[in-house]
């Protein structure tokens, strides 16, 4: 099969694509021919091998351990373990794959997987797992409730696409924080307001907000506080910069030490892709609360070229890579 293959960390070059064996599944596992994977920030890091921090977390030492990038799968099932239970050949599913989805094929445990709603497009339903899952996953360790002030930060990205929705429709008032060209964009998503960062600092205003979900990293921990109400909860998902060794996770390893101060409550997630999430989405996007923003899609041959666009900060919501 074709698959886009990684042999060192670096650059774009890095990712070309090679034939490779199709996988064969193990008994608990499902064969998927992938018709969409979708993009999100783990594939640039793993890509680059930065921030350094990551190799001793299972990335591999020197290069990296998994040579197929991609976890986001959205596809056919084409054969099935002897022990799979939920789905059988010719079912149309979503979910995250261990083995890497830029790929013609690949193998994902069943209970990674569920059935793709009728309504949702494998291009959006590929784009929703680590982005989806992570959105729900935040807002949930924030203590989401009905008719909280809701504050998004990189709410035109992956994950902040997915949480302004989740939000609304969880019955929030949601202000939505994006650089310029994303304004429309994050209105459009149910945000009440939003701020375009770069004509107004949203830590300037006199608004407080219940809950915070930073997912573009750049603001301080004290910045952040000072626009939770004073039982608020801020929830740090992640956020690019930083140096090659902590990147972005500076702020996520203070949380919980500046949190012992104070009522407010700092929390820095760690998302899973488990099975009752994927499900919960799946719910939302089948019910049509939630519906994935893709903004680009690129053939398998131009996967890096997906992967700087997202890592350049640009698309509006997710890019995808089509088999
Ligand atoms: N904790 C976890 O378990 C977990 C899970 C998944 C992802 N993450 C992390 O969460 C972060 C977001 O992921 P994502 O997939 O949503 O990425 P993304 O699609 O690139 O979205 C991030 C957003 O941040 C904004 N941004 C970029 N530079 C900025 C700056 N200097 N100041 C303010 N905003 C800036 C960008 O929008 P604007 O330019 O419009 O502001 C962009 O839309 C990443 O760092 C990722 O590694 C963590």
Not at 166 to 190: D, H, M, Q
Not at 276 to 287: C, F, K, N, Q, S
Request: with cysteine.
């Amino acid at each position: 099969m074709k698959a886009v293959v990684q042999h060192r960390y670096g650059e774009r070059d890095v990712l070309a694509v090679e034939n490779v064996e199709t996988p064969t599944v193990r008994e608990n596992e499902v064969l998927i021919r992938v018709t969409a994977a979708g993009v999100d920030a783990g594939v640039w890091h793993t890509m680059a091998g930065k921030p350094y921090l990551l190799r001793l977390f299972g990335f591999g030492l020197r290069a990296p351990a998994k040579k197929i990038p991609g976890r986001d799968v959205a596809g056919v099932v084409a054969q099935v373990g002897s022990a799979v239970t939920r789905f059988v050949v010719g079912d149309e599913v979503f979910g995250t794959t261990l083995e890497g989805s830029f790929a013609e094929f690949t193998r994902a445990p069943e209970d990674r997987l569920a059935q793709k709603p009728a309504n949702v497009t494998f291009k959006q339903a590929a784009a929703a797992p680590v982005s989806g899952c992570t959105a729900l996953h935040g807002l949930r360790a924030g203590g989401l409730k009905a008719g909280q002030k809701v504050l998004v930060l990189g709410a035109g990205g992956g994950v902040g696409s997915f949480a302004v929705q989740i939000a609304v429709a969880e019955g929030a008032t949601v202000t939505g924080v994006c650089g310029p060209e994303k304004v429309e964009f994050v209105s459009s998503l149910g945000a009440t307001r939003v701020i375009d960062r770069s004509k107004e600092d949203f830590a300037a205003g006199t608004e407080r907000y219940d809950l915070i979900l930073d997912t573009a990293g750049h603001t301080s921990l004290a910045r952040l506080r000072r626009v939770l109400t004073r039982r608020g909860t801020l929830v740090i998902v992640g956020g690019e910069g930083g140096g090659p060794l902590l990147g972005g996770f500076g702020r996520s390893l203070r949380a919980p030490i500046a949190s012992l101060f104070g009522a407010q409550k700092l929390k820095a997630l760690a998302s899973k892709e488990d099975l009752p999430t994927l499900e919960a989405l799946r719910d939302l996007m089948g019910a049509g609360s939630v519906v994935p923003a893709v903004d680009r899609m690129f053939p398998l041959e131009q996967a890096a070229a997906a992967v700087e666009y997202l890592h350049a900060g640009r698309p509006l919501g997710k890019v995808v890579v089509t088999a």
